[in-house]
């Protein structure tokens, strides 16, 4: 039976906490107008994605700190969510709804969003809609659509995820569970973020919950643990890892940020490879 688990979002608009560092909470709720496709965060920012833009913000206060856009020099035109490891910021693109599906991992540095790199999949298995990293490696998946953007003979049951090594060679994949996709509607897999209790948390395009899987023991699906209602209408979902059970997504029509703690999770402190 697949459980339903509750995470509990604190809507605060615009709140900011006052008084020593060590007191500092990080704020519910902002407007980002980049907040459209995606998120990343690390210990003292959120990195809020659109298509062709993204604004780092103090995620204490609320406030712009620097922004990045596309140019002809770096023409990026679908970007979705991504990571900061060790003050890098990556995060997935694809030309979305351009087909053939083409797609890259591009990568900015986190302090001053200078774009630093990319690694181009060029036609690999569908459009790259999201990048973690967790347990060494890297995370993609790759999505497929049945409605603007897709292939006519492929729907959403194609998207797979994939972990790749550290020179991005393809290692493992996996497909996504029926009741998954049915929920993911006309489109698919949009965010995907590791949580502190070892289960992937994955989002659709619009439903306002994440999807809690499992590798599985055998064979090539994802295991379905729970569904949990979360206020970010689907879209991209990041992991705090500074603070373990932090989770933050975005609310796309409103162009806002918001952060949420998963509860019934163990709060044991990990570490980011």
């Known amino acids: 039976m697949i459980r339903r688990t509750t995470v509990v979002l604190l809507v605060v608009i615009g709140r900011c906490i006052a008084g020593s560092s060590a007191e500092r909470v990080p704020i519910d709720s902002f407007s980002a107008p980049e907040a459209r496709q995606g998120i990343a965060v690390d210990a003292k920012y959120l990195y809020a994605v659109d298509n062709a833009a993204i604004g780092k913000y103090d995620k204490f206060t609320g406030n712009l700190v620097a922004r990045w856009e596309s140019s002809d020099e770096e023409p990026l035109i679908h970007l979705d969510s991504g990571v900061v490891v060790d003050g890098t910021l990556y995060c997935a693109h694809s030309n979305y709804p351009g087909r053939p599906m083409t797609s890259s991992i591009e ?91 070892g289960l992937l948390y994955c989002t659709g395009h619009d439903l306002p919950e994440l999807y809690a899987l499992q590798l599985p023991k055998a ?55």
Request: proline share 3%; hydrophobic share 35%.
């Open 107 to 197: 990568m900015w540095d986190a302090e001053t969003l200078t774009h630093v790199g990319n690694h181009s999949f060029g036609i690999d298995t569908g459009s790259c809609t999201w990048v973690d990293r967790h347990a060494g490696h890297w995370w993609c998946v790759f999505a497929h659509y049945e409605t603007k953007g897709g292939y006519e003979d492929k729907d959403n049951c194609w998207t797979s995820l994939v972990e790749y090594d550290d020179k991005w060679r393809r290692l493992q994949a996996w497909v996504f569970p029926s009741e998954v996709l049915e929920r993911f509607g006309d489109y698919s897999n949009s965010g995907g973020s590791w949580g502190p209790d």
């Open 219 to 273: 064979g090539s699906v994802l295991k379905l643990v729970e569904i949990v209602p979360f206020g970010n209408e689907g879209q991209g979902i990041a992991f705090d890892r500074s603070t373990p059970g932090d989770i933050y997504g975005i609310i796309k029509k409103e162009r806002r940020v918001v952060r949420g703690t998963l509860t019934n999770l163990k709060r044991a402190a990990f570490t980011r490879e």
